[in-house]
Every structure is written in C-alpha cells, then in structure tokens.
C-alpha cells in the first residue's frame, strides 16, 4: 500500500514523505513506520487521523487497510 | 430473524426522520424551568470569586492570602499553591495538541501572569460580598514585564517572551533560542512554481482578521460538591462533561471514578466550553472548604479570560489560467494562540484550499503566543480565518478574467475522487449541489441599487465522529428512555429521538431523551466537530439493533418459534409464514410488561467510535447595502446552502445554518477584541464588543442539500461547523461589489468602513479600489 505523510510529520523521516507498506491494519502500520522511523512513535501515539482510501478515521487502531490501499496519516481533526 | 426499522428507513410508515417534530426540552426553555450552569444550587453553598491579573505580563514575585483568610465569613482561598505542577506532555485535544502543563497554568498562573484577566487566587465565602472583600485583601507582588498583543510583532526577534522554554517546533535547525513562533507547520500538493507559471492571472492579497469571541449567551458556570472521601459532584455548563471529568481529574490528582459531572442546559458553546476555567477551582475551594462552592464568571471574566479564537495575518497568492482554472495556490497564516501554544493554524492550513481541485498547493502556518486569553476552540476553528482570505482572492480572479463567481468556483469545485489539498481524495460531497442550489434562487438574481452589493463565498469543514454511548431504554409501560453522554446544543435531543421512534417503531412522544452524566454512560466525547448528531444517532441506531434482537429472541422463546419465523417490524414483533395465523404480534408495550418474566429489563447500549464523518460544504450568498455617510453596513438577505447529507431534523439543520451565518455576520463587520496600549482589553462587554442581535440580520434562507453520506446509516453529516466559515469572504466580496474597495481587514465595521471610502474619495486606495458601481 502507498502511506503518505501529511504536514510536518516527513520532518521526523529525514524528509521521507511516502512509504510502500503491507499493514492489514492501522495497528500494524504505526509499528511499521515507528520500526522504519523511532521519532513517528509517539506521534503516531499521541493521537493522528488515517485517511484510508479517501475515508478519514481517528483512534481507530483495528481498522483493517487492503493490500492496494492508499494512506494519508493526517493531523488529528476535531472542531468547536 | 429480521430486524427492520419500523418508522424508518427500512420502514413502512414514512417516519420522523427528516420531520419537524417538536423539541423534547423545548417548554422547559421557553417558561423558563429549564435549568443552565448557574441555576444549580446546594444547601450550605459558598460562593467562588477569582482574583485576576491586572497586567497581561507580569512576575507573580509572591502571593499573600493571610489577610482575606482571616476574613470572617472566607473558608476557603486557594492560589498556584494548590496545583501540583504537570509535566510537560501533550494529549490530543481536538485540532490542536494541549499541553498540561500550560492547562495548569491557565486555569491558575504560577510563575507569570501572561494576560490581563489571567487567574492568580480564588476565595470561597459564605456570600459574594465577602468573597469580593476578600479578593481585595490578597496581596500579590507583581514585577510588570514588556507585553505584546499583536501576531506580527509578538514573532519578531526581539520582541517580549512569554515562556523561556517555547522554542518552535517544525524548523530545521532545531533553533537554539526560545521564541513566541511554537510551531511553523506546513502541507505541500504538487509543485507550487510550475502552477504559477502556468497561470495567466495572479493574484496576491494579505489579509487581516481580529481575535472575535464565541459570544455564547451563558457564562461560564459551576457548582461543586466533594465529600470528605473525595466523592465529587459537579455540575457545569460544558460541552463535554466526560472531557470536564477527565481534566479535573488530571489536574486535582483525583482517581475519573471520583468525580461525577453533570451537565447543565447550555447556553451557547460554540468551541468555547470545550476546556475548563471555573471546574477545577471551584472543586479545589470545596475540598478545602469541605462545602459545596458554586462559581459564575461576569461577562467582563467571559471576555477577558476564556478563550476567543485567533486573529490572524494571511497572505494569499493564487493563480489561474485565462480560462478560470486554478492552477496554484500558496498562504501563509499566522495565528494567534494567546497566552500558550495551540492555536488552530493547523486546520485553517488544511482547509485553506480545501474547496477546490487544484494541483498545486503550499500553505504554511504559524502558531503565535502572545499576552492574550488562551484561544479555544471556535465554529469550524481556524477555517473562517483561511478560507476568508482565499474566497475573497477567488472573487478578484473572477472579476479579473471576467467570469461569474459561481461559475468559476463550479469550474474549480472539489468534487467525488477529488484530491484533497490536505491529502487525501474526498468521497461523495455536495458542494457543486450547493452552487448550484444558490445560482436557481430568486435572491441570485435579483437587482441591486447603488451602494449595494452582493457576495459569494464556499465553504469547507472536515467533521468527525469519535466515541459516544447512547442506551435505549425500555420502561415498564413501553415508553423509552434515551441517554446520550453528548450535551444538547443545537437540538440534539429531536434529532436523536426522531432516529430512536423510527428504529424502535413507536410514536414520538413515547420516547423521553435526556443528556446522561458521567457515572450513568460511558466516556464520550464532546459535542464539537459537528459529530453530536452523526455519532449519536449511529449509537441510538446500534442500541435500538439490540433492542429488536433481545425482543425477537424473546419471542423465539415465548412462540417456540425458530428465528427465520418472527421479525421486527412497525413497532412489533411479529410471527411470520404459518405461525402468523396462530399467533398475534407482540408491541414493545406487550414484552414491556412482561419484560420481568421473560428475562428482565430491555434495552440496548451503543458504545462506539464513530467513523466515516463525512465532509460538510456550503455556499453562501450575501446582500448588503453600505450607508456612504456613516460607513454602516446593513445586511439585506442572505442564503445559506449546505450539505447535510440527511437532514434528521430539518428545523435544527436550518437553525445551524442561521446561527453561523450571523456569527459570521458579527465576526465580518463588527466583532473584535480592542485592546489598548497597556496590553489590556478596552471592550469586555456586549456594550463595546458588537455582537449582531435580531434586528441586525434578516431572516436567513436556508437551502439543505442532501448528498447522502455512504458510512452512516441514515446519510447523516454533520452541519454545525461549516455555515461559519463562508460568510467572512462572502460579505467582504458584496462590500466589493457595494464599493469597489477590497477590504482585506476584518471587522469592517463603520469606522474602517467610512476612513476606506474617503481615502478612495482622495485617490489613496490604489489597485484595491474602483468607483461603486
């Protein structure tokens, strides 16, 4: 699946904006990118909304990602 | 076994979905019995007064209460004493992360007051008088420090820190030096510098919007009882009571299990009770006190010491080809936080160009402290302040090359499979639905007269779900009771009991809804991120499925029948194939009463996370008319069009739409926080802070596209944030239009309004200006 980062995240990456991964959920792909890049971890624990296919989703770990997916990992949304 | 819904949907009768059944609190608010924050009461009661800076940046050198502790009748003061510090950890909190160890400083200073209003001690007395007097007998040194107000200069190297431990975040190298710039953030689609060189037109404006307040009608309130175990009660006007218990907690160092907060009616939020000010002081002053303590600010504490939302600086450069296709888009937005980091720059980053397919897109952000009250969350926060400036370059372009604003953003609008500027691509939305909408009007097409102009502007909003709880419970007589752990502000209670009647099958009426407390639901989160309606519903929808599953079980039981022979439907369980003929159909009121011998009380909890919020976007259409004499702005009509998705209660649709329409109106024209040259603010009063009142604004037409959302069972979107966000650039396009001057600083109230048109008149306005037409 294609993974991008969105924002001031790639900063933590060396600059690396896009990965190519194979998480079948977003569990899965945080420990992916917190294995490739141990500075994403507490980022990605500290709270990111995963666009998956066009759909957004916050706090949502066990929500599964297909082999051909695209990912957007986003600054957490919420509003007033 | 089937589980249909009976009113609904799935259902045969129509339903209450989509209808205007009467609000189920409504009498309760029009007589008056209603009871909000400071309605509370409780024998013994002290009353909780703070004692705030008088300087927006001062040393607090030392604090001495003796005197006002002596005072008979005080039982309780309390200052930064009484706060174990936080570490420095951020949580999620909404758009933006919140730190608390700034939230304890916030809600009382320690080492610095940083804004005039800032919390420094609380008393609690046994009357108001004598918690004033006692205010008056603490003795704070101050050492008064240089202070800054303004965005612009607060970034400025040399200018006043605020926190010597703040270095920005998002630069590289890391700096070594500390700065009021928290964080520099920015998002990158395509390639900026090939889209500008493709563009025929460019345009490139900076703008400036005033910090507005969310103007709710209720002040902040609370009342609070703790035992002498630590039990503790609370009772406040909040948007999230869940988020109130679990701050509290963190901050008093109290087990969640302790605390217990119910929240009262609530007049206006609007973002602004999303944080706490009074809960954490007035149970602190009742554990000391070992009374309950009930605390209301004034107005004046209102606008002085809970949060506004950001003014701005923005500066926009867009380019577009002869034709009308945008083809770049760059901002920059420079954010007032207030007194500690958080402002929302980051969403009003990311919804700067979200209305529109281009290509090409830099926006960077910059979120700014500076010695004013800590911005809290506001309608859509951070979207007005970007999507403002973008939709009035926009219109430039649209004169430029000739073309109708509308036609133009429908040659440009985000639409299914879109790539976001944020990202990724967008399902189904509505906002070509919504131009469209607004170009058939009679009001489109209706001419003008000198002085008067028309406007047009889009809009842009994410929307979130997050986790809710909703029970349905059936009583003993079949009417049903419905908790939901999200404060009703906007008409949450029709909506949700209009989806709970259907599902369930009964009449309306037989469903009584009420806003659940903390010991009674699980945690849900606030009402905010116009996810009130869309989460609860999915969770009434998913308590009401266990509902008819446990009634047809039953029924299974009773009959002996398989689950392929009964199903749910219109309000019944209901035998099917040969076993209808020998056996009638159970109401909820029939398994109501025998619900004890069948296996005890029914009913169905949702707990969810609610996922696929869809986006909301609307356009706005504005007629104004300016008074050359006065510079006063009179709004004429005004249309609102937007994407519900599934309206579950039209009525309170419309009534989002309305309200963030005028809120939009005042943020326009008239609001903003005035402060002098001593750093503090001169308007802290609905007097000299104009907000719009009823005779301000004409009725406000309202248009509700229905593009259905696929991830929610009914199509639901939410609708509450997005109808702020367009008026901003829709009234400063009609002043254009009424002008000929471009205005790019909000308010455009009388004052800049009249100075503007005679510097036009003597020939200083340059290329933002043109004759009225």
Request: glycine fraction near 10%.
């Amino acid at each position: 699946m294609r993974v991008v980062l969105i924002g001031n995240l790639a900063q933590l990456t060396g600059g690396v904006a896009e990965f190519r991964l194979s998480a079948t959920s977003v569990k899965q792909l945080f420990q992916q990118l917190a294995e490739l890049h141990p500075e994403l971890e507490r980022h990605l624990a500290e709270g990111v909304a995963v666009a998956i296919d066009g759909q957004i989703y916050q706090d949502a770990l066990l929500e599964p990602i297909a082999p051909d997916s695209e990912v957007f990992i986003l600054p957490q949304i919420a509003g007033g | 076994m089937a589980e249909n819904g009976t009113n609904g949907p799935s259902g045969t009768n129509g339903g209450y979905v989509g209808t205007r059944t009467i609000r189920p609190d409504g009498l309760d608010k029009v007589t008056g019995r209603a009871r909000f924050g400071a309605d509370y009461n409780l024998p013994g009661q002290l009353i909780g007064r703070v004692l705030r800076s008088p300087h927006p940046h001062a040393r607090i050198v030392r604090i001495d209460t003796s005197k006002a502790e002596a005072l008979p009748g005080v039982k309780a003061v309390i200052t930064r004493d009484d706060f174990a510090d936080q570490s420095s950890e951020f949580i999620p909190a909404g758009e933006m992360l919140m730190n608390y160890k700034d939230v304890v400083r916030n809600v009382m200073a320690r080492e610095k007051a940083l804004y005039e209003g800032h919390a420094v001690a609380a008393v609690a007395a046994t009357s108001a008088a004598i918690a004033r007097r006692a205010l008056k007998l603490i003795d704070v040194t101050y050492e008064v420090l240089p202070h800054v107000i303004d965005v612009v200069e607060a970034m400025r190297p040399d200018a006043p820190l605020l926190h010597d431990d703040l270095f920005t975040a998002g630069v590289e190298p890391k700096p070594e030096k500390p700065s009021n710039i928290a964080k520099r953030i920015e998002i990158v689609l395509g390639d900026i510098e090939a889209g500008f060189k493709k563009a025929d037109v460019i345009v490139e404006r900076e703008f400036k919007t005033a910090a507005v307040h969310q103007g709710y009608i209720e002040p902040h309130a609370a009342l609070a009882s703790v035992s002498e175990d630590g039990s503790t009660e609370l009772w406040c006007c909040t948007q999230g009571h869940f988020i109130v218990r679990a701050h509290c907690a963190r901050l008093l160092g109290l087990d969640i299990a302790k605390i217990r907060v119910t929240a009262s009616e609530i007049g206006g939020g609007f973002g602004g009770k999303t944080v706490v000010y009074l809960e954490p002081l007035a149970i602190a002053l009742s554990r000391k006190a070992k009374r309950p303590v009930k605390m209301v600010m004034s107005r004046e504490e209102v606008f002085k010491s809970s949060g506004p939302t950001s003014g701005a600086t923005v500066k926009v450069k867009m380019g577009a080809t002869k034709d009308g296709k945008f083809v770049a888009g760059f901002a920059e937005l420079k954010y007032q936080a207030g007194a500690f980091q958080g402002s929302p720059v980051q969403p009003g980053v990311m919804c700067a160009y979200a209305p529109y397919d281009m290509e090409n897109v830099k926006v960077i952000g910059y979120d700014v402290v500076s010695n004013r009250p800590k911005v809290a969350a506001y309608r859509a926060p951070g979207a007005p302040i970007s999507e403002y400036a973008v939709e009035s370059v926009v219109d430039e372009i649209a004169k430029k090359l000739g073309l109708d604003p509308i036609e133009l953003r429908m040659m440009n609008a985000a639409r299914e499979g879109t790539k976001a500027a944020y990202g990724p691509k967008f399902g189904p939305i509505g906002l070509e639905e919504t131009l469209n909408s607004i170009k058939k009007t009679e009001h489109w097409n209706t001419p003008l007269r000198k002085w008067q102009g028309r406007g047009v502007a889009s809009g842009f909003w994410f929307n979130i779900g997050g986790e809710t709880c909703a029970s349905l419970t059936i009583n003993e007589d079949g009417t049903v009771s419905l908790m939901v752990g999200t404060p009703d502000i906007g008409g949450l209670r029709a909506a949700l009991t209009n989806i709970a009647a259907d599902e369930l099958g009964i009449p309306y009426e037989k469903v009584r809804p009420i806003i659940g407390d903390t010991g009674s639901l699980g945690f849900t989160f606030l009402t905010g991120g116009s996810r009130s309606a869309f989460s609860g519903s999915m969770a009434i929808v998913e308590a009401a499925k266990q509902i008819k599953a446990e009634l047809c079980a039953r029924a299974c039981k009773l009959w002996e029948a398989k689950p392929d022979q009964v199903e749910f439907s219109n309000g019944a369980v209901r035998p099917l194939g040969e076993l209808a003929e020998k056996i009638k159909p159970m109401t909820i009121a029939d398994f109501a009463k025998v619900a004890g011998k069948t296996g005890g009380p029914i009913g169905g909890y949702g707990r969810i996370n609610a996922q696929g919020a869809g986006p909301s976007l609307g356009t706005h259409l504005v007629d104004l008319e300016v008074d050359p004499e006065t510079g006063r702005v009179t709004i004429l009509r005004y249309t609102v069009a937007q994407d519900a998705g599934k309206a579950l209660h039209p009525a309170y649709v419309e009534g989002q739409f309305q309200g963030g329409a005028v809120q939009g109106i005042g943020w326009a024209l008239n609001e903003e926080y005035i402060y002098g040259a001593d750093g503090k603010l001169q308007n802290a009063g609905f007097l000299d802070y104009r907000m719009p009142v009823a005779s301000d604004v004409p009725m406000i037409d309202a248009i509700v596209v229905e593009v259905a959302n696929p991830k929610h069972p009914y199509g639901v979107r939410g609708v509450g944030e997005t109808p702020i966000v367009p008026p901003l650039g829709a009234i400063a396009n009609a002043m254009e239009a009424a002008t000929g001057i471009r205005f790019t600083e909000l308010p455009m109230s009388p004052p800049k309004v009249l100075k503007a048109l005679k510097e036009r008149s003597a020939g200083g306005m340059g290329a933002i200006s043109r004759p009225p037409l």
